[in-house]
C-alpha cells in the first residue's frame, strides 16, 4: 500500500506522461525481472510481479516529477525510488 501513496505522490502536480520514451527503460527493467525472476517465484508469482510493476511505477514518476518539477526533493524521490529497487538485483542472483 505504500508503494502506491508513493506513486500517487509522485503523480500529483505533474502531467501523466512528459516524454513516452522515459517509460521504456522501465518496461525493459519490469521485463527483465519478469523473465527471470518470476519462472522461479513459485506460489509468489503473482505478489513478486504485482511489487515489480509498482516499484516500476513509483520509479518512472519520481522520474517524470524531477524532470517536471526541477526541485531538490523530486530529485531526491527519484534517487530514492532507483535505490529502493536495489534489492531487485539480488532477486535476480536468488532466482535467475
Known sequence: MAHVAYIISFSSGTTAISNTWLLLPFIAYVLVMGWTVLPHSGKLKLPVGIYEIAMMLMAWRALERMLQTGNTGATLA???????????????????
Open 78 to 96: 527519484f534517487a530514492s525510488a532507483i535505490w529502493a529497487n536495489g534489492p531487485n538485483g539480488i532477486d535476480l542472483g536468488r532466482y535467475g
